[in-house]
């Protein structure tokens, strides 16, 4: 570490210390490197390297489509000489393996380097995947910081390694990285001359007969690397004085692991493939026992025991999660048969507190639209997608009943509308996406569906914004990623275009559920393709405009309970009591309130309400608290 | 050289109270004075009414940037459930700084589950050092709700290994060069909240 530092010093002047994310870390490298084009999807936790990227000036910075078209952009910018950077979520480099695969034959001109975010412990994904298996799969390096510093001091040397080698080099990152703002001591930025494409069809060309030519060198190449790894300063030996264990260990694994074993002798790999075996052998052969501490799946282990040396790793660690200080020290212990420090004493049960899981914001337009399918909710199959709308499987609408990959509800919806299932004979099938995912990998589905002549009625949340990921633009906002204005694409005219009838597009205002309903029901009795889009802003973006705050009147609310069943986290119970039906039925009332501080005025409670309950504060000032 | 202290600051609350931008304050301002300092949260969907936690860790020469389970020196819980849902992560004798303000969400006004009884005084059975601040209500009684993180960080601020005035001028240099009246309202919201804590 210290290593690092020095070397960062030396190279870029004497530049104030800053506290700075991996991701913002990340950004001020590519910058510095001098990095012409950046390309990128959102994706947690990647989305703040190309949105702090955005803020730097010499450079083309975009939100591609998808990642595959990002890794293109960047490919194309490579083989013009110019460096090129990429940043994506794990599975948004799924997406772009298909480029990923042939572009490690035909190699890199300028320096393109590719970070991707591994989601360890998967707070916001819907896997969790060690992208490192890309290194391998595809025969290119893959360099793994630990912390900000160290993110920012590989991602210049990518560059430079990704020239030497001629190669695509992956940052592997993970959420530990990209989310912990450490200091960082940046440099400056040096311009690069980009001395454009040269036609080189032996090189460019992937046909069968040149990509033949091509694969002996990938593998020259990676040999190379290999030999390269066991002198690469940014693979640190670390001696210790304590030699009953000593590790190999990558990325921010190794800050746990020091802080539990402070004298423990170690190889921290900066390239964590090709593995630098020699120097693992020097190791071994000087320490009781090797243990591998790598994230996720048994990689370097696998690899070092092919090599034949005897390794701990998965067997004493887990495979899933973060591995932090207290879960490796008391695995090592054990290990090395030493007793676990005495613990403090018992501090009785974990407090037992209620869950919160995340839920849709007041007025978010996709409340709408799962009161409306919770309606249906027998009527119908809902395949769903990925992003806030996912949320609408959580409580209380329980209306969303997949969700698996970018695009995915289109082509499952398909399925299950062609597999002709007895129990689904009389429901509808629906596909729902957003309008970014819909862009992403969605309508490629959707023109699936109008060929194949499928009777699904695909519903398009609109709300113009990436939103999940904190409300990033994409080519339906009308406005770039620096926020200037861009071509917007026509949802409608794009499905009209894809096949489906025009009289069977219908863009609705998700805030009339009367409206909505009757539109969604009118349209899954249609049997052939059809597509519901929905046209309210994401209520966390500029265009959202806040209207009047709402009330519930008292002495008009009888305490059926229906605003609650909208699932508006502005509303909440006032007060339950029992009440009897006027056939002495006894049934416990649910009297509401409206925080006049969350409420927007959307008006979705109003038409929830069958007695006029709910009506706008007249006055606004006088509104108050009410939790 | 001096001496620099570790410490482990655990900060809670629910997405778009502040908690991230406390825990930022209190990186910089420790970045400022010279020491070692990491800063994590996991806050994946915390927009949307979500638990957020981010963990600060200053000292010397900080490594791991999570704060190992019951070893915080220091929990501001920004809401008062959210503080005992994570209390067992304060080591014994530490500090809980805790808006008493209770956010009921929706699964627990809905009826699916209840709020804890009491929290503020099962909060104070854990053997840690307790200081309970109507954060909320001195907010609102400044003018603006989004104060609620400057009293906080009155509120903890004696526990800190920073010079008096050092937390505060940060606080404060984040308004003073585009909004002065917010500076003015940021400083007497960190002043109530220290005034609590004595």
């Known amino acids: 570490m210290t290593m690092v530092a020095e070397t960062m010093t030396a190279k870029s002047g004497s530049g104030a210390r800053r506290l700075l994310s991996g991701d913002e870390a990340i950004a001020r490298a590519v910058w510095e490197s001098g990095t012409r084009v950046a390309a990128g999807y959102p994706g947690t936790p990647a989305t703040e390297i190309l949105e702090s990227l955005a803020q730097y000036s010499g450079l083309h910075t975009e939100w591609s489509v998808n990642e595959k078209v990002a890794l293109e952009v960047a490919l194309g910018a490579s083989m013009a000489g110019a460096r090129a950077f990429c940043a994506m979520k794990h599975v948004g480099l799924n997406v772009a393996s298909d480029p990923l695969m042939t572009m490690t034959l035909t190699g890199v001109i300028g320096g393109l380097v590719i970070a991707v975010a591994d989601d360890v412990g998967q707070s916001s994904s819907q896997n969790e995947q060690d992208s490192r298996y890309w290194g391998r799969f595809a025969h290119v390096p893959v360099l793994e910081p630990a912390d900000s510093q160290e993110a920012y001091a590989m991602t210049k040397r990518a560059f430079e390694l990704s020239e030497q080698f001629e190669t695509l080099v992956i940052l592997r990152l993970t959420t530990r990285v990209c989310h912990v703002k450490a200091l960082v001591t940046p440099g400056e930025r040096v311009e690069r001359r980009v001395p454009g494409f040269t036609i080189n069809p032996a090189r460019w060309v992937m046909v069968p007969a040149n990509a033949k030519k091509r694969v002996p060198l990938q593998l020259e190449r990676e040999r190379k690397l290999a030999v390269f790894g066991e002198s690469f300063d940014l693979t640190i030996d670390e001696p210790g004085d304590d030699r009953r264990a000593g590790f190999v260990v990558s990325g921010p694994a190794y800050l746990h692991l020091r802080e539990a074993f402070p004298n423990a002798p170690l190889i921290k790999l900066g390239l964590s493939y090709p593995l630098p075996l020699e120097r693992i052998r020097a190791l071994a052969a000087t320490v009781d026992k090797l243990v591998v501490v790598e994230e996720t799946e048994p990689l370097i282990e696998g690899e070092l025991r092919a090599a034949g040396l005897t390794v701990y790793g998965k067997d004493i660690l887990p495979r899933i999660g973060e591995l932090t200080a207290d879960i490796v020290g008391p695995a090592i212990r054990r290990l090395i048969g030493e007793p676990e420090p005495a613990a403090p004493p018992a501090r009785g049960p974990a407090p037992s507190v209620f869950p919160r899981p995340p839920t849709l914001c007041a007025a978010c337009p996709h409340i709408g639209v799962f009161h409306t399918l919770f309606a249906m909710r027998r009527k119908v199959v809902i395949m769903g997608d990925i992003g806030c709308y996912t949320l609408g499987a959580g409580h209380p609408w329980h209306a969303l009943d997949s969700c698996i990959s970018m695009g995915a509800a289109m082509g499952m919806a398909l399925g299950i509308d062609k597999a002709g299932g007895e129990g689904d004979a009389k429901k509808a099938v629906l596909a729902v996406m957003g309008d970014s995912t819909f862009l992403h990998m969605g309508m490629q589905g959707l023109l699936n569906i109008v060929y194949n002549r499928g009777n699904v009625t695909a519903l398009i949340l609109d709300n113009r914004t990436t939103g999940m990921t904190g409300g990033q633009n994409h080519p339906g906002t009308g406005h770039e990623i620096h926020g200037l204005a861009a071509p917007q694409v026509d949802f409608a005219k794009l499905c009209e275009a894809l096949g489906v009838k025009p009289e069977r597009i219908k863009v609705v205002n998700p805030y009339d559920l009367n409206g909505l309903f009757r539109t969604i029901r009118d349209e899954i009795k249609v049997p052939e393709p059809s597509v519901v889009i929905t046209n309210q802003p994401c209520t966390l973006i500029g265009e959202f405009v806040r209207r009047e705050a709402h009330q519930v009147l008292d002495d008009k609310c009888t305490g059926c309970g229906s605003c609650m069943d909208l699932g508006c986290p502005a509303i909440s119970v006032r007060e339950r009591a029992e009440k009897h039906t006027a056939d002495g039925e006894a049934f416990e009332a649910t009297y509401t309130q409206i925080d006049a501080r969350a409420c927007t005025g959307c008006t979705m409670c109003v038409a929830a309400c069958n007695h006029g309950a709910i009506q706008p504060i007249a006055n606004t000032a006088a509104a108050g608290s009410c939790c | ?198």
């Open chain 2, 1 to 198: 050289m001096r001496t620099l202290p570790f410490l482990n600051i655990l900060v809670c609350g629910i997405g778009g109270q502040g908690v991230m931008t406390a825990a930022e304050i209190l990186a910089q301002t420790a970045s400022d004075l010279g020491f070692d300092v990491k800063k994590t949260e996991i806050a994946g969907m915390a927009q949307r009414g979500g638990v957020v936690t981010s963990h600060v860790r200053i000292g010397p020469k900080v490594l791991s940037p999570v704060i190992a389970p019951g070893q915080a020196d220091i929990l501001a819980g920004f809401e008062v459930a959210e503080a005992l849902r994570w209390s067992d992560q304060v080591r014994p004798g530490g500090l809980i700084v805790v808006n008493t303000q209770r956010l009921v969400p929706p699964v627990v006004s809905g009826g699916l589950y209840a709020y804890p009884d009491d929290p503020l005084a099962q909060l104070k059975a854990t053997g840690t050092t307790v200081t309970a601040v109507d954060a909320a209500e001195i907010a609102a009684t400044l003018g603006d709700r989004r104060l609620i993180n400057s009293v906080m960080l009155g509120a903890m601020a004696c526990a800190l290994p920073f010079p008096p005035g050092a937390l505060e001028n940060k606080i404060v240099a984040r308004f003073q060069a585009k909004r002065p009246e917010l500076a003015v309202l940021n400083r007497q919201a960190f002043a109530a909240g220290s005034g609590v804590a004595q």
